[in-house]
């Protein structure tokens, strides 16, 4: 344990592969793709394909039911020893398709007593939803901050649909700014552990990252990650950043250097899909396909 940090905070990270970079090399996470519905639009998603917030976007991950997402976890934990995290990363968001999201949570804490919840959202219905996490012993959550200033913001989401209304442009993105800002300080309040995932669009919030970086710190984030866009029309960028490019490694990195010293950086992020399984950087789903599971849980 680095000596610096806190013990309870240790016991939450030792295990946890995105939160500890050590614990990558010896831990194992899964992703059951139970959240199909989202709240927002985001110009570099398509709707077709998995939540580009915290995963690669461009790809389709098998949707599965609460039931079977279980016999899917049951299936893996008796296959890879390593397995200690169940996170749920869409396809769409985990915080507005909630239903979905906590019934799985919950079987599966009842049939796996030790194994790690993690959930990753945009934060729009994250307020929501701080209580339940915490009473379900949900002790990651990733909130995808893009931007704290909604100028910037409704150059990256042209929609938001919160209150059972459409909202748009700077007003959408003022409301979504403020709820991912009340949601990650009352995690920190919680003392759950949050990451902070940031879609880097050159020309757009490359440099306001620096800002996004700042105020994140401020309120408690235990970890920032800048990820790069991935920018492919077929797969998603479109409306306000169609045309729009992904940064070249060399300025992802002299962004992140220029990071140093903010919030603790995370360098490790392999971007899954919202169905990986296995290592960080390996991705065993396709051996653990719902038709190759055993019918029953038993
Ligand atoms: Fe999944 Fe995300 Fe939890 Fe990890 S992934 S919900 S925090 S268990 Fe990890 Fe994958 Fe990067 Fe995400 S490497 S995309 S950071
Ligand atoms: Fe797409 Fe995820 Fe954005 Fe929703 S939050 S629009 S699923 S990238």
């Not at 976007?57 to 008796?78: H, M, Y």
């Not at 290592?279 to 051996?287: A, K, M």
């Given at each position: 344990?680095?000596?610096?940090?806190?013990?309870?905070?240790?016991?939450?990270?030792?295990?946890?592969?995105?939160f500890s970079e050590e614990a990558h090399h010896y831990f194992a996470r899964m992703h059951?793709?139970?959240?199909?519905?989202?709240?927002?639009?985001?110009?570099?998603?398509?709707?077709?394909?998995?939540?580009?917030?915290?995963?690669?976007?461009?790809?389709?991950?098998?949707?599965?039911?609460?039931?079977?997402?279980?016999?899917?976890?049951?299936?893996?934990?008796?296959?890879?020893?390593?397995?200690?995290?169940?996170?749920?990363?869409?396809?769409?968001?985990?915080?507005?398709?909630?239903?979905?999201?906590?019934?799985?949570?919950?079987?599966?804490?009842?049939?796996?007593?030790?194994?790690?919840?993690?959930?990753?959202?945009?934060?729009?219905?994250?307020?929501?939803?701080?209580?339940?996490?915490?009473?379900?012993?949900?002790?990651?959550?990733?909130?995808?901050?893009?931007?704290?200033?909604?100028?910037?913001?409704?150059?990256?989401?042209?929609?938001?649909?919160?209150?059972?209304?459409?909202?748009?442009?700077?007003?959408?993105?003022?409301?979504?700014?403020?709820?991912?800002?009340?949601?990650?300080?009352?995690?920190?309040?919680?003392?759950?552990?949050?990451?902070?995932?940031?879609?880097?669009?050159?020309?757009?919030?490359?440099?306001?990252?620096?800002?996004?970086?700042?105020?994140?710190?401020?309120?408690?984030?235990?970890?920032?990650?800048?990820?790069?866009?991935?920018?492919?029309?077929?797969?998603?960028?479109?409306?306000?950043?169609?045309?729009?490019?992904?940064?070249?490694?060399?300025?992802?990195?002299?962004l992140q250097d220029r990071l140093e010293g903010g919030a603790k950086l995370m360098r490790?992020?392999?971007?899954?899909?919202?169905?990986?399984?296995?290592?960080?950087?390996?991705?065993?789903?396709?051996?653990?396909?719902?038709?190759?599971?055993?019918?029953?849980?038993?």
């Open positions: 344990k680095p000596h610096e940090m806190d013990s309870a905070v240790w016991e939450k990270i030792k295990d946890h592969p995105c059951v793709a139970v959240a199909p519905a989202c709240n927002i639009q985001c110009n570099y998603c398509n709707r077709k394909y998995d939540c580009a917030n915290e995963s690669r976007p461009g790809v389709v991950s098998e949707r599965l039911t609460p039931d079977q997402a279980l016999r899917k976890v049951i299936g893996v934990a008796n296959e890879v020893p390593q397995l200690s995290v169940l996170g749920i990363a869409g396809p769409g968001d985990a915080c507005y398709d909630w239903k979905n999201t906590k019934a799985t949570f919950q079987r599966v804490a009842k049939e796996i007593a030790d194994i790690k919840l993690c959930i990753s959202t945009n934060g729009l219905a994250l307020p929501d939803r701080v209580a339940e996490l915490a009473e379900m012993n949900v002790d990651h959550v990733t909130i995808t901050i893009n931007m704290v200033d909604p100028r910037i913001g409704a150059k990256i989401y042209p929609w938001i649909f919160y209150d059972n209304r459409r909202y748009t442009g700077v007003e959408a993105a003022t409301i979504l700014h403020e709820r991912q800002m009340s949601g990650l300080e009352m995690l920190t309040a919680r003392g759950i552990l949050t990451k902070i995932n940031s879609v880097m669009i050159p020309g757009v919030n490359d440099e306001h990252l620096i800002e996004v970086n700042k105020w994140v710190k401020e309120r408690g984030a235990f970890l920032h990650n800048v990820m790069p866009l991935i920018s492919d029309p077929a797969h998603g960028t479109h409306y306000g950043l169609s045309g729009q490019r992904g940064p070249k490694a060399m300025e992802l990195k002299a490790h992020c392999r971007q899954c899909r919202a169905d990986a399984v296995g290592l960080l950087g390996e991705d065993r789903g396709q051996e653990f396909t719902l038709d190759r599971l055993p019918d029953k849980v038993t």
